[in-house]
């Protein structure tokens, strides 16, 4: 099986509508086990929400 940390996918992605964050874990072939990559990207992800004032819910999936 290939390294996952090899790849060009991000990890996580960000997806906001309107109000709400929406966080998806993206390491379908690890069964989205948490690694250091996914621990940084959930991270990344928390601190562009806390700077931004109009969210008020965060989910993840």
Same mark, same amino acid.
């Given at each position: 099986? /290939?390294?996952? &940390? &090899?790849?060009?996918?991000? #990890?996580?992605?960000?997806?906001? $509508? +309107? &109000?709400? /964050?929406?966080?998806? =874990? &993206? $390491?379908? $072939?690890? =069964?989205?086990?948490?690694? +250091?990559?996914?621990?940084? #990207? #959930?991270?990344?992800?928390?601190?562009?929400?806390?700077?931004?004032?109009?969210? $008020?819910?965060?989910? +993840?999936?």
């Amino acid at each position: 099986m /290939a390294d996952e &940390s &090899s790849t060009t996918e991000p #990890a996580a992605f960000y997806e906001r $509508r +309107g &109000s709400i /964050a929406i966080f998806t =874990l &993206s $390491r379908p $072939r690890a =069964l989205n086990s948490v690694n +250091g990559e996914l621990v940084t #990207a #959930a991270d990344n992800l928390i601190e562009q929400t806390h700077s931004d004032a109009d969210i $008020r819910v965060v989910t +993840g999936t």
